[in-house]
């Protein structure tokens, strides 16, 4: 069982907002990182909030470290998407939260990086530090789904009959490596300009088109949509091989076109140990290169 306990919160501010990250000057590209802050001792677990994003505006947000206390970021939670649905509610002080067991030294300095469908737009991020043990540790595969040529998730349509199983769509036509961890990331989408008030819930499984079997069925996101935001939910374990197909479909209440659709994509890691705690990022083994900015 893991056994944690609260190190302190790195990046919010006295008003308690997150530190401001800002997106390229030229849309749908990586802006520059910005620093969250340094751990005051070794993480076991960590948090990653983000808040405060833009009306009508979609993003693709990575997180960083760089245990030496420098710039040189090894991004270990990449194309997190973040939707700002087009309603006057959007983003006001509303999180999305990213849990992850993952082990890191004293003396970390965190960052952040994001893209957005607009140019130079601003997202709030700040991290909670926890330290002890865990019963395993994680590093970043890929993200399944994730679109950088829009800074977007893949959109799911789970049709004009209520309550009844979507289409699937494919989320990555071939895994890039091994995965035992997903955090699936449900979006509204940009346009939408109403609250959808739908109960939904959302299935993720491999294989090919029309033979796809599912690996984590009728995940809850029940009435997620009501204040118009981006939600993760419940990191769960999921074995996928590398080279499989991955897809997702969608199942709602809501049959109303504008309001029944949902974008979704999916940080995918990979267990590297069985304890964690004393320090030390866990990098994916081969995969360093496509890890670092």
């Not at 789904?145 to 494919?170: F, H, M, Y």
């Not at 989408?189 to 609250?195: D, I, K, S």
């Not at 009501?226 to 080279?243: D, F, H, K, Y």
């Amino acid at each position: 069982m893991a056994s944690l306990t609260w190190l302190e919160t790195l990046g919010m501010g006295t008003d308690l907002s997150g530190t401001q990250i800002t997106a390229h000057a030229t849309i749908n590209t990586l802006g520059s990182p910005t620093a969250i802050g340094t751990s005051s001792g070794a993480a076991a677990y960590i948090v990653c909030y983000i808040t405060n994003y833009s009306v009508g505006v979609s993003y693709l947000i990575d997180i960083g470290a760089d245990e030496a206390g420098g710039t040189s970021y090894t991004y270990f939670a990449k194309e997190i998407p973040v939707v700002g649905a087009n309603s006057a509610t959007s983003g006001l002080g509303l999180f999305v939260s990213i849990p992850l067991p993952i082990a890191f030294a004293s003396g970390t300095q965190f960052a952040a990086r994001c893209q957005s469908d607009t140019t130079a737009e601003t997202v709030d991020v700040h991290i909670v530090v926890y330290s002890g043990t865990v019963d395993f540790t994680v590093a970043w595969v890929e993200s399944f789904g994730s679109d950088t040529s829009t800074s977007r998730g893949q959109s799911l349509d789970p049709g004009a009959t209520a309550t009844t199983k979507g289409a699937w769509v494919e989320l990555v036509a071939s895994a890039s490596g091994d995965v035992d961890y997903l955090i699936p990331i449900v979006t509204e989408q940009p346009a939408q300009t109403v609250n959808s008030n739908a109960r939904m819930v959302l299935d993720i499984g491999t294989g090919s088109a029309a033979s796809e079997v599912v690996k984590a069925g009728d995940l809850g996101v029940i009435e997620m949509f009501s204040e118009n935001r981006s939600s993760a939910l419940t990191a769960i374990e999921v074995l996928i091989s590398s080279g499989d197909r991955v897809a997702a479909r969608l199942q709602s209440e809501n049959t109303t076109s504008g309001r029944r659709e949902a974008d979704v994509a999916v940080v995918a890691f990979k267990k590297t140990s069985t304890a964690g705690g004393s320090g030390g990022l866990i990098v994916h083994p081969g995969m360093t290169g496509g890890f670092n900015g």
